[in-house]
């Protein structure tokens, strides 16, 4: 189910990057290119960043970015970053982040299939310790494929 979603054009793997700001932009740049987000979805997640602090990270090591339909969500979609070096996203307990998994949604129920296989993946401490380790998109595929 997942590689639907996370494959060649929806993965990408940096060394590292500057700030958790720039993080959300490379991420969000496949789903921006595929027309599932407008250029107001990553402002929207950094509003809420700023407001209620880093609400998406949601295990060491592991952010996953969103925002509510419309703040420019338009169509269903992932996007996957693996970075070398994790990034500060401000998370006291789950700092740094290596791994970064942007959702889009439209609506309330077009992604339950999605989250529901992105919970399994999570759930597996061996297949998220991989994830972590890893340092290619051919990796990140073995992985996803599982799931």
């Not at 740049?29 to 950094?46: E, F, K, R």
């Amino acid at each position: 189910m997942l590689e639907k979603w996370l494959n060649d054009t929806t993965l990408q793997c940096l060394e590292s990057v500057s700030d958790w700001q720039q993080a959300l932009k490379i991420c969000a740049q496949p789903l921006l290119a595929a027309g599932a987000i407008t250029a107001d979805y990553v402002p929207a997640i950094v509003r809420q960043h700023q407001t209620l602090g880093p609400y998406y990270v949601l295990a060491p090591g592991l952010a996953m970015p969103h925002a509510r339909p419309e703040e420019g969500a338009v169509g269903l979609g992932l996007s996957l970053l693996k970075l070398q070096r994790g990034v500060a996203f401000q998370s006291e307990d789950f700092d740094p982040v290596d791994l970064i998994i942007m959702l889009a949604a439209p609506d309330k129920h077009s992604h339950i299939e999605m989250i529901a296989a992105l919970a399994e993946l999570f759930s597996s401490e061996s297949d998220m310790e991989e994830l972590h380790q890893a340092n290619s998109r051919e990796e990140i595929k073995n992985i996803i494929q599982r799931f």
